[in-house]
Every structure is written in structure tokens, then in C-alpha cells.
């Protein structure tokens, strides 16, 4: 860590690791795994391991498959798309909205196809364990449900929709949710009671040669018996333009509001906006320089005071691949 005169600080840090398995049984089976390591504060060397997919796929016939394990809940593009493979990320971040709403993996049973028809129709309908459960336990007997719709009308475009249904029978996020109440909360204060979760989510992508386009947007509606219905919702929007091959400038802005009667992820409201570039080496190796500014109009505990959340902050962000 490296301090100025002033105060402000800069140091660098070593991401996440990605490692992937894949492996084809038969013509009609394939497995896929993805096991990342991590930062953890807690643990001896700050560093942990985790699975993050483990999966047995059949295609039982043309492109309809069952899949069976650890998924990435298939809500939205981005978590179809780019799982943890930071060097697969149009931007340094996920979107905002997945550290208060998106569940993102899902165990259990899923139905997809892919590719069918004059749009290349996809779908993925998926029934296993919710956010508050872990890989080997769930805490109901009812299990999450989630059904996702897609169309590429065009090479480049893909269009979809989805809803995520889950009640938790208490509020705490498991390692299924990627996203956990607020820290600002003491833990004596947290509610633990049932939540009942819902969440919308839209999404529109069009990577061409010269230009890329992806939005992600998403209403969440957490209803409990004490505060009752809070509405919530997030929006990203990205867009690049290729001006060679390899260098990428680019823009995005992201923005999350969760409401105050909220006691799942808890009253929030960010915003960040960033201009950026990428250059590409090639397809396993980039450099995204990112400078950016966040906004936090409220939180927890401050929901009437509007707060400069930080920045601007320049960024750089090496990903590989191999």
C-alpha cells in the first residue's frame, strides 16, 4: 500500500484465479468444472479455494440437454457469458447489481436448449437449491425455481428475459448467493426471519466487429411479514467501440436502488459511472485501464444524507489465460 502527502493511496493486488475442466464422455454427455482461488480474509494466507462449477451434461437429443450440479443461475447475459474468466469481462467489474440481487450459482436440476428455430431460441429452466443454501445443504424442503427465455436474431445479438422465484426460509445468504446483507448492519440488528425473493431481469447484448452494446437490467421484489414489500431495482449499461481489432475505448454506467424498507440486502443506493480501455493481445490476454467515479446517495444507516461514495479512481486490470 502506497500513501501520498494527502492521504490518497494506490496498490496492486493479485485477483482471482480461474481454473477450468472440461471433458467429453460420450457424444451426448460432456462435464464441465470451474474451481476459482480467491482472496478470503479468512483464512491463514488470505487466499481460499471454491467451486464454482461442477456439472454432468446430456444432450439427450439435437441441442435439448439436462444438466445436473453447481451452475451459474442462467439469469442474464453477463452470467451466461463470462462466469469468473475476468479475461473473458468487457469491463474490470460485474455489474453492481450482483453484489445485492443476482443468486449467482444454482445446484441442482436444469432443462436448456439452445440454438432452435429461425432465431436461435434458448431456454434454461432450473429447480435446486435457493440463495440461503450452501453446496451440500438447503434450509427448506421447497426448492428456488428459475426460467430464463432467449432469441439471437442476428450474429452478434442476443435478447432475453428471466425470473428467479425463491423463498428463504431465514435471511442468510449462502455461498449460492453472491451477495450477502449489509456490513454496515451489526449483526444483532440483521433480520433473520423468511424472505420471500423475486427477481425480473432483461437483458440485450450486440457484440459486432466494430461495436459492443450490452445492458443488463433487473426488478427484485423482497417481501417479508414485518416490513412487507420492498421494490428494487438495478441497470448497467456498456458500450465499446473497436477502433482496431485489439483496442477497445469504452463507457459504462451502473446504478442499483434498494428500497428502505428493505432487510435482505438493506437500503442502498449506488452509482458509478467509468470511461475506459481495453487492449486485447489476444483472446486470453488484456489490459483494461478504467477511470471511475461511485456515488452513494444512501445506505443502512444514512438513507436521507447523499455521500461521495470515492474517486475518481484510475484502474488498471492485467487478465490472462492459458
Known amino acids: 500500500m502506497i500513501r501520498d502527502e494527502e492521504g490518497r493511496k494506490a496498490s496492486f493486488a493479485i485477483g482471482e484465479h480461474d481454473f477450468f475442466v472440461n471433458a467429453t464422455i460420450s457424444n451426448k454427455i460432456t462435464f464441465i468444472g470451474e474451481y476459482v ?19 454432468v451434461k446430456f444432450n439427450y437429443t439435437n441441442n435439448h440437454s439436462v444438466i445436473v450440479g453447481k451452475v451459474h443461475t442462467p439469469l442474464n447475459y453477463w452470467n451466461d457469458s463470462y462466469h469468473h474468466g475476468r479475461v473473458f469481462f468487457p469491463v474490470i467489474d460485474r455489474p453492481l447489481g450482483f453484489s445485492y440481487f443476482i443468486p449467482l450459482h444454482t445446484l441442482g436440476l436444469q432443462f436448456q436448449g439452445q440454438n432452435l428455430g429461425k432465431l436461435n431460441f434458448g431456454y434454461d429452466v ?33 435478447i432475453g428475459a428471466s425470473y ?33 425473493f423475486r427477481l425480473t431481469s432483461f437483458s440485450f447484448a450486440y ?24 421494490n428494487n431495482f438495478y441497470q448497467f449499461v456498456y458500450a465499446g467501440l473497436n477502433v482496431t481489432e485489439k483496442s477497445t475505448p469504452y463507457l459504462l454506467g451502473d446504478y442499483i436502488h434498494v428500497a428502505d424498507n428493505d432487510v435482505h ?15 486485447s493481445f ?5 489490459v483494461k485501464i478504467q477511470l471511475e467515479k461511485e456515488w452513494e446517495f444512501k445506505h443502512a444507516f444514512h438513507q436521507n444524507h447523499p455521500i461521495s461514495y470515492g474517486g475518481p ?3 488498471i486490470q492485467v487478465a490472462y489465460g492459458f
Do not use: C
Not at 482461488?37 to 456439472?55: C, G, Q, W
Not at 440461503?132 to 432469441?151: G, L, M, N, Q, R
Open 126 to 158: 432450473m429447480v435446486g437449491n435457493g440463495i440461503s443454501s450452501t453446496d451440500v445443504y438447503h434450509d427448506s424442503v421447497v426448492p428456488s425455481f428459475s426460467a430464463s427465455f432467449h432469441i439471437k436474431p442476428r450474429d452478434g445479438m442476443r
Open 265 to 279: 440486502a438493506y437500503p442502498a443506493e449506488r452509482l458509478k459511472i467509468a470511461l475506459g480501455y481495453r487492449y
Open 282 to 286: 489476444d483472446y486470453l490476454l488484456n
Open 313 to 315: 479512481f484510475l484502474r
Open 207 to 230: 457484440f459486432k466487429d466494430n461495436f459492443e452494446i450490452l445492458n443488463e437490467s433487473g426488478y427484485n421484489v423482497s417481501t417479508t411479514d414485518t416490513t412487507g414489500r420492498a
Open 37 to 55: 482461488v480467491r482472496f478470503n480474509s479468512k483464512s491463514a494466507t488470505n487466499y481460499l479455494p471454491s467451486i464454482e462449477r461442477s456439472l
Open 164 to 196: 428467479y422465484w425463491d423463498n428463504l426460509h431465514d435471511n442468510t445468504p449462502g455461498v449460492h448467493s453472491g451477495h450477502s446483507t449489509a456490513s454496515s448492519v451489526p449483526l444483532d440488528q440483521r433480520y433473520e426471519g423468511p424472505v420471500k
